[in-house]
């Protein structure tokens, strides 16, 4: 592809290669070089999912903290329209995700994205996900400074990281100006923002979680000093990827460390990192004075200040900065959608009538930040001209939910679904209780909590139930749900009832609430208050399902027009494994091989060499990984790898020599060493792919190098046997 516009734009060559990449990976799966299982660890590491409909992607943007200009809010609206299927979805991570996306247009959508200062990288897999912070951050009354640049900073430097690029599973981070704002509790790492003599941190607390096994995060530090932030992350990181277990996906999130190894012992580990980081430079951090951004001219609005439903709409839906003059306007999104034609002119509303400055909320919404109180009138005139005028946010009519088997692999049920049919019901008939605002209403489809059902006053956990020996979707019905400060409340499960009464069950539960509670009592209070046991005789005649002769709409998911099944049920894509490592350098020693043939082909004899020399080093940390050694500078990488490997006949002894040959200057080479070169790299990745699958049919990661059958007859014994079987973790028995 030609990248010329993207470096006039001044993008980074990490990121133009990243796209190069890309390219190379979709040409190779079409002509059938690229395995597919190969191809979806790279695609995933590019924040690309495949979805359950065959040849269809889900691409994920990374938006650290949801913080985007309107002129990035209109880059997506154009990804939406050019490569999806026109809708947005905000995520619980304060990303925006595209769905129905063609693998041959990714390349393309990719550099759309990078002109704009976007990325999709590391939005998926294995490696540390979008940085999140509170949405008010910045403009909240209480905070008690703006975590941005911390978060940014953040970032910014895991990004990309050689650590952080194929962890045992993925990695969560979050910020807050205060308390609980930023969900720290439900993070691996939190950091809420703490003064100490003056001087700014954070409490950080660590290991929290949801999943099908949540864990609320426990204290680190009650205050840790801004210049340690970046060092103590890295060294938590550095656990992660060291003690996580890669054997079994399902126990390999921070939480298992420490509920394996305790908190002290965790404790100990995260401080034994940071001290072998003492000798690392970190990037400064700069918290910069506060500035206002520029807001056009306009005349104040009056238009709507006697109409009520204007009136609820300020009431509920905007909140008060810190900054005097200015508000925060939340946009209400059913199902965290939006499709392009509202997205394009969110952007201009922001241009219009704030300082063009939009963030997605943790509950998959969008806040326009910096309106001033004369602009109200403005943006609701706007809002309501697109439908997204709609009162309450954070509240009981604004519910959360996960894509569910719409498009998700391990979805069970239609999440989405439900939560348009509750939300439709909510509307209806609970309209003017205010009083029921503060409770919570989240769905997933499936017991991974991806819609944050544990953390719900009312929450639903999609499963399934055979019923008569027909199966008929359900939802697990969880209760009592909450974050207060840096403490998470898990949801209890009460009852197991199908789909299409879950509409009955929170209607029965709000009524009961209504007529039971005590004076100002809550419902979480009125749930703990009555008990799992009083819940459960409450809701106990809607578990019943009726003959599907009778009612076949109860065998039939929400958004759904045929019986519910779990036929096309897959498996996640975020599974990572020690084997994976070797493959994943190889693939990419692949992938620079095959540019290298075309960079040679055109005349371009120093690229072509400095591809040569990416696949070298991509062999070799790859093959490195039989030594349980993953070195961060290339240098020692091929030095250690020339010892290790191929003194020891790995790979062929003729690649004796290869450090050196890594060293050199690519520049001024003539044709005849780069064709060398491009000799060398070929038979170096079919050599290393050839030890890697022999290593899988052995079962081990190290190949097995055994002496002629001449030598053994002598008595001598092989020069190299399997030590290291696949199933175990070197780091694991360290421990």
Known sequence: MDNSELKSLNVPQDVIQEIEDFATEVERLTTGEL?????????????????????????????PFG???????????????????????????????????????????????????????EACGNTVRNVTACHKTGTCPEELFDVTPYAQAVMSYLIRHPLTQSLPRKFKITFGGCNGCGLAAINDIGLNAREQNGKRGFRMVIGGGLGSYPRSAQPLFEFLPIPDMLRTCEAMVAVFDKYGDKKNRNKARFKFIIERLGMDKTRELILEEFEKLADRNY????????????????????????DPEFKAWVARNTFEQRQKGFYNVHIKLLLGDLN????????????????????????????????????????????????????????LKDMTSCPGSETCNLGITHSRGLIDQLSEDVDNEFTEDTDLDHITIKASGCPNSCGQHHIAAIGFSGSARKVNGILAPHYEVMLGGRIIDDKATFGETVIKIPAKNAPNAVRRLIDDYKKVKEDEESFLDYYDRLGKKYFGTLLGDLKKVPPIEDSPQS??????????????RGQGECAGAISELISDHISEGERALFQCKKLLEKGDLGEAVTQAQRAFICCARGMMHTEGIDFTDNLLTIQKFESLIVDSGIVNEKHSGIAERYEAKA?????????SYLVEAGSLVAESKEAYLKMKTQGTLRIRVENSDDDQSKGHTPTRDTFFDVTKNKHEEKV
């Open 67 to 121: 913080q985007m200009s309107a002129d990035q809010m209109r880059c997506l609206a154009e990804f939406g329209e050019k490569y999806s299927n026109g809708i947005l979805h905000v995520t619980t991570r304060q990303d925006i995700q595209f769905h129905f996306v063609k693998i041959k247009t990714v390349t393309e959508a990719l550099a759309l994205l990078a002109k704009h200062d976007l990325t999709s990288r």
């Open 667 to 675: 520049e001024g080479m003539s044709k005849e060493q780069a064709q």
């Open 340 to 395: 392009t034609d509202q997205a394009h002119s969110i952007a201009d509303i922001s241009s219009k009538f704030a300082g063009s400055k939009l963030v997605n909320t943790v509950h998959q919404n969008i806040m326009i930040s910096w309106v001033r109180q004369g602009a109200l009138g403005h943006v609701y005139r706007e809002l309501k001209i697109l439908g997204l005028h709609r009162a309450g946010t954070e509240e």
């Open 283 to 306: 990037p400064e951090i700069l918290a910069p004075d506060e500035v206002a951004p520029e807001i056009p001219q306009f005349e104040d609005s009056t238009e709507f200040d006697q």
């Open 555 to 568: 065998y039939i998911d929400y958004h759904s027009s045929t019986r519910f099944s779990l036929d096309d």
């Open 35 to 63: 395995d597919i299982e190969d191809f979806k660890r790279f695609r995933l590491q590019q924040g690309i999912y495949g979805q359950r409909q065959e040849d269809e992607q889900m691409v994920r943007t990374k938006l």
